[in-house]
């Protein structure tokens, strides 16, 4: 079992940022790669970026790409999520997963965080 918990989600302007953490205990997690992963209302679950378990390999969802960042601490157990340039359509709720397998697809993902919401306002 990998238990993860995000902090870090908050209300803010566009052109903003927030830094998004995610803290993983449990089993080795250095193992796993991870995932950022966001819902609005209404919609489905999206992919948002992905992190290999040693960083060296990440991805990002066109629609994030240059203004996030992902990142790990594999000493500290821990996943970030830089956001830069916030937009009002980044508002959702955003969830840290965990998988075996490197990729961009929820049904990869065997853990989940409980979510932390991110609100940016125009």
């Known amino acids: 079992q990998v238990q993860l918990v995000e902090s870090g989600g908050g209300l803010v302007q566009a052109g903003g940022s927030l830094r998004l953490s995610c803290a993983a205990s449990g089993r080795t997690f250095s193992g796993y790669a991870m995932g950022w992963f966001r819902q609005a209302p209404g919609k489905e679950r999206e992919f948002v970026a992905g992190?290999?378990?040693?960083?060296?390999?990440?991805d990002y969802a066109d629609s994030v790409k240059g203004r996030f960042t992902i990142s790990r601490d594999n000493a500290k157990n821990t996943v970030f999520l830089q956001m830069n340039s916030l937009k009002p359509e980044d508002t959702a709720v955003y969830y840290c997963?965990?998988?075996?397998?490197?990729?961009?697809?929820?049904?990869?993902?065997?853990?989940w965080g409980q979510g932390t919401q991110v609100t940016v306002s125009s």
């Open positions: 992190i290999g378990w040693s960083g060296g390999s990440t």
């Open positions: 997963a965990a998988s075996r397998v490197f990729g961009t697809s929820p049904a990869l993902y065997d853990y």
